[in-house]
């Protein structure tokens, strides 16, 4: 006969699957070689200025590197991932410069913290009950905590561990069935729920992700250089961009798929058909001038509950007078030249950049 455990993990996992999660494992709290990589990729500096990845506990012990710091009673990660891939081009078969681009997680009607947390839990009820079912008299009181990137821990690691997928060499989480369009949520619990098997690596000798990064982010297989990297550039990066990588950007203006974009896995990933992840009218290759001219009051109306709030319309513009810029354009001169006046610094040197770039190609070209 099955043990408790076993059976309330059952339980749970296919809760999983009626709340709407097409992966889902469970993990054992560990500190694992993936800790220490973390550690060390904090230590020199990669995580830029993402203060909160580098937060600190009382003892000076870095909380994301070790889960039994933060949540000492913790005995096992579920771990459930959704698929956001809905029917449209990749960001490399779109090549029209005069618009840009938008990271496709990011397209969706609701933000995917508020989406995917309701059906995380829906998942906690379901161990909370499977828990009580086979309750002991004398037992310790269940705790559970849930998170969708707000929590202190390494998603990707223990997405490992529970058999979800293996972290590819552009670091994002891989399912060879499903690809990398995923969003992981975890429960963590003081419950000891018997632990899958460890997802294989399975990238191979592919470099494609490497290869075909702009700006050169990939450093080394498995790591990746947020200093370089567009999505941070274009999301959390405030003030101004550095020159040097401004050309790189391309067409971005929240966020970046190259990478995902190019990965093998992802060739035939399966789209969804879940409404919430359905892309807004207009974020698919959004026009640069319609970004570049949003008010203060477009931009809180267009992006209300939407990841891209995290940009601010200072970012955003700023992104979106840098590509125009790149897209070599003529017939954004205008509009750069106006901008270039504004009161914020950071818009107008970015503008001031791109009028000077399309400046010197229009001259190049009539030379």
């Not at 995580?47 to 994301?64: N, P, V």
């Not at 470099?207 to 274009?234: F, G, K, M």
């Not at 093998?264 to 409404?275: D, L, Q, Y």
């Not at 897209?327 to 950049?353: Q, T, Y």
Request: aromatic share 8%; glycine share 8%.
């Amino acid at each position: 006969m099955p043990a408790a455990n076993e059976i309330t993990k059952s339980k749970v996992l296919a809760a999983a699957k009626v709340a709407g999660f097409e992966l889902a494992g469970v993990a054992p709290v560990g500190d694992f070689s993936e800790h220490a990589r973390f550690e060390n990729w904090i230590a020199q500096g990669h995580a830029a200025e993402m203060d909160y990845l580098a937060s600190r506990d009382e003892d000076q012990g870095l909380k994301r590197g070790s889960l039994r710091r933060v949540a000492p009673w913790a005995r096992t990660v579920v771990v459930c991932a959704v698929n956001y891939n809905t029917a449209q081009p990749f960001s490399t078969a779109e090549q029209e410069p005069s618009r840009g681009w938008i990271a496709r997680y990011a397209w969706s009607r609701e933000d995917y913290h508020d989406a995917v947390l309701r059906k995380l839990r829906e998942v906690e009820s379901a161990l909370r009950v499977a828990d009580e079912a086979g309750e002991a008299p004398g037992r310790a009181e269940l705790v559970t905590r849930c998170y969708v990137d707000t929590g202190p821990i390494v998603e990707r690691i223990y997405a490992k561990y529970a058999g979800i997928g293996w972290s590819g060499k552009n670091t994002c989480l891989i399912n060879q069935n499903m690809g990398s369009w995923l969003f992981l949520g975890v429960i963590l619990t003081s419950l000891d729920l018997p632990p899958d098997t460890p997802a294989p690596d399975r990238c191979g000798s592919c470099t494609r992700c490497i290869d075909a990064c702009p700006t050169h982010a990939i450093v080394a297989p498995h790591e990746l250089d947020a200093n370089l990297c567009i999505s941070y550039l274009t999301i959390e990066k405030r003030g101004l961009i550095p020159d040097p990588l401004r050309e790189g950007l391309g067409r971005h203006v929240f966020g970046c798929d190259i990478c995902q974009d190019v990965c093998p896995w992802n060739r035939k990933a399966p789209v969804t058909s879940a409404a919430h992840f359905q892309p807004r009218e207009g974020l698919v290759n959004p026009a640069l001038e319609w970004l570049a001219e949003m008010d203060e009051a477009g931009f809180r109306e267009v992006f209300r509950g939407s990841p891209i709030r995290r940009a601010k319309r200072q970012g955003l513009r700023r992104n979106a007078a840098l590509a125009m810029g790149n897209s070599g354009e003529g017939r954004f001169l205008p509009l750069l030249r106006k901008m270039e006046r504004e009161e914020d610094p950071v818009v107008a040197d970015a503008a001031s950049w791109a009028a000077a770039k399309i400046g010197f190609r229009t001259t190049t070209r009539t030379a």
